[in-house]
């Protein structure tokens, strides 16, 4: 019986190496983390202003905040802060300080664990905006969300994220090497996790259609931009760590 022998991983690491320093996904990569993270960021700034003067919280005496509606201001300041660690982690990873931006990328999963919760859960938007300390304890730390996805998110994930820049632990120190075939795998990670964000935000715009029926165009773009990267780039195809 034939097995995987020494010269295979060889083959395949040298593929996966090839693939994550071709110089037009580098690019490619870097461009589409850049684009992604204006798009949340003008997306959520259009969302606070929709949500901060449309609904009826502030008239029915429900918002702290005095909005509109305090599940679409959740939604938009969810995104906004997307945005701004979406560009910064790609930055670092690409501008000498991986470690930097690994640590802002587990941030990122975390984002991508609260965009599931209020697209599938009712008015956890509002909720986590609301909340205190005690709130995001019991129903939005990520270990409570992974439980309550029933398996969609993986604990091995997250701890990988933990490992690689999460915390200051000896792991992390691979980054410090500053390896560009491990930036460009973190990259595309970052990509991956960011394309799942807005999937779960497009969800939750269609239940929400009076606030984001102008935004329409902005989704096909995005959905479009993510499918040229995706057709073009072998890392896509690597299973998560």
Request: hydrophobic letters at 40%; aromatic letters at 10%.
């Amino acid at each position: 019986m034939s097995g995987i022998t020494g010269a295979d991983i060889e083959d395949v690491r040298m593929a996966v190496s090839a693939a994550a320093l071709n110089p037009k996904l580098v690019t490619v990569r870097k461009d589409l983390a850049l684009f992604a993270s204006s798009f949340f960021s003008e997306v959520g700034t259009q969302l606070h202003a929709a949500g901060n003067i449309f609904g009826t919280d502030r008239k029915n005496g429900k918002s702290p905040f005095q909005h509109g509606s305090d599940e679409v201001v959740g939604m938009s300041v969810l995104l906004r802060i997307g945005g701004q660690l979406i560009s910064a982690s790609a930055e670092l990873l690409t501008e000498g300080r991986p470690y930097a931006g690994a640590a802002l990328l587990r941030q990122i999963v975390e984002i991508e664990y609260l965009a599931w919760a209020f697209e599938s859960r009712h008015q956890d938007a509002e909720r986590w905006l609301r909340s205190d300390r005690e709130i995001r304890e019991e129903f939005f730390k990520p270990a409570k969300l992974r439980t309550a996805s029933r398996g969609k998110f993986r604990g091995k994930d997250y701890s990988f994220h933990c490992e690689l820049g999460g915390h200051p632990v000896p792991t992390g120190t691979i980054l410090l090497k500053g390896d560009p075939s491990t930036v460009q795998l973190l990259l595309s990670d970052l990509l991956g996790h960011t394309g799942n964000v807005w999937d779960y935000f497009v969800g939750w715009a269609k239940r929400h259609e009076d606030y984001t029926a102008h935004i329409k165009n902005h989704a096909l773009t995005m959905a479009e931009k993510f499918q040229n990267w995706k057709s073009c780039d072998p890392l896509v195809e690597l299973p998560p760590p």
